[in-house]
T-cell receptor, first 112, second 113 residues
Framework: QKEVEQDPGPLSVPEGAIVSLNCTYSNSAFQYFMWYRQYSRKGPELLMYTYSSGNKEDGRFTAQVDKSSKYISLFIRDSQPSDSATYLCAMSADNQGGKLIFGQGTELSVKP | EADIYQTPRYLVIGTGKKITLECSQTMGHDKMYWYQQDPGMELHLIHYSYGVNSTEKGDLSSESTVSRIRTEHFPLTLESARPSHTSQYLC????????????FGPGTRLTVT
């Protein structure tokens, strides 16, 4: 069983829609939760991170972590065509020396 | 934008050739990583380094080797390329306290024919 599971998509939504991206995990030691965005032919870039449980908001993006359910989400409000990319969740624990465990990514397409 | 560079961006090479993928960062980061990424699959860590003269194998077995002679440079070498090595290779770095933020290069797309 994979440590991190992510819905692979692809996901296609109209411009302005609310997008929900999700990951589940099995390792209860994970404390650092991240979302990376990867445009075609580019490397991933950090979009948001959350330590432990809770919510974090940055503009149109909201990251949620529910450690009791081992479930994390990324919400995108008022989605734009420029949001079209692959979104990767990633997680880390204190005893892993900074190594990240990634989900397989969800490809998102926002249609104008 | 992160100051981490990878060359070449694209490489098509025949079976049996020796290749070196270059990765350099100008941020002075101690930690560097190599990942392999295939379409629809998660990034797999194949090598990492916590500093000069420190290299470790990652979670995914790989026939490649790495070296870390200088802080800014972390090349990956395949002694004899095979079609099974065809993939996207991503290099990343993070600072000593970086538990979460890894900065990625643009990747090298390798095709072995």
């Amino acid at each position: 069983q994979k440590e991190v599971e992510q819905d692979p998509g692809p996901l296609s939504v109209p411009e302005g829609a609310i997008v929900s991206l999700n990951c589940t995990y099995s390792n209860s030691a994970f404390q650092y939760f991240m979302w990376y965005r990867q445009y075609s032919r580019k490397g991933p870039e950090l979009l948001m991170y959350t330590y432990s449980s809770g919510n974090k908001e940055d503009g149109r993006f909201t990251a949620q972590v529910d450690k009791s359910s081992k479930y994390i989400s990324l919400f995108i409000r008022d989605s734009q065509p420029s949001d079209s990319a692959t979104y990767l969740c990633a997680m880390s624990a204190d005893n892993q020396g900074g190594k990240l465990i990634f989900g397989q990514g969800t490809e998102l397409s926002v249609k104008p | 934008e992160a100051d981490i560079y990878q060359t070449p961006r694209y490489l098509v090479i025949g079976t049996g050739k020796k290749i070196t993928l270059e990765c350099s960062q100008t941020m002075g980061h101690d930690k560097m990583y190599w990942y392999q990424q295939d379409p629809g699959m998660e990034l797999h860590l194949i090598h990492y380094s916590y500093g000069v003269n420190s290299t470790e194998k990652g979670d995914l077995s790989s026939e490649s080797t790495v070296s870390r002679i200088r802080t800014e440079h972390f090349p990956l070498t395949l002694e004899s390329a095979r079609p099974s090595h065809t993939s996207q290779y991503l290099c990343a770095s993070s600072d000593r306290q970086g538990r979460y933020e890894q900065y990625f290069g643009p990747g090298t797309r390798l095709t072995v024919t």
